[in-house]
């Protein structure tokens, strides 16, 4: 009878905790608003693309910053050659004359958030089925290491 009984118990806990959903978000536990997420806009024109990430606007220097670039090959060349060449298409796409076709805030974009790009961007899904599905590892660079490789892809020739 004691079984019966404590059978009956585990039933009716295990029923009443699978059944009811509890709709109460972070937000509301924490009495803030939910934020609203800013709206993206992409497009197909590769120079009008800023991609989507942190980078919003890069002011390029009409000279290249040798010390910057110095620093941007090093990190290049540490993370970024086993699917990049510099001047010639491996697994991914080469460097070399980036700049005349993507904005520098896109490359920065894909190089600092390269999942939420190859998921919502156009540009980068289309590279991510030229290159097989092979997606872009994504390194873990601050702001200033992905701004310090792009200035490093202005000097490849």
């Known amino acids: 009878m004691k079984r ?29 608003a939910p934020t609203v997420e800013e709206e993206v806009v992409v497009s197909d024109d590769p120079m009008q693309n800023k991609g989507i990430g942190p980078v919003k606007e890069v002011d390029l220097p009409e000279e290249i910053d040798p010390e910057m670039a110095a620093k941007g090959q090093e990190i290049y060349e540490a993370k970024c050659t086993a699917c990049h060449k510099p001047t010639e298409k491996f697994i991914g796409p080469a460097p070399k004359d980036i700049l005349q076709r993507r904005t520098p805030e896109w490359v920065m974009n894909m190089i600092l958030n390269p999942v939420e790009m190859t998921q919502k961007d156009p ?20 702001e200033e290491e992905a701004r310090q490789v792009l200035e490093y892809f202005r000097t490849i020739n």
């Not at 019966?4 to 972070?26: E, P, Q, R, W």
């Not at 089925?129 to 390194?139: C, L, S, T, V, Y």
Request: glycine share 6%.
């Open 4 to 32: 019966v009984i404590m059978l009956c118990a585990v039933m009716g806990l295990l029923i009443t905790s699978c059944g009811k959903k509890d709709n109460t978000t972070t937000d509301e536990v924490n009495n803030t």
């Open 123 to 142: 540009i980068a899904q289309e590279l991510l089925m030229e290159a097989n599905g092979a997606p872009m590892a994504n390194q873990n660079l601050t």
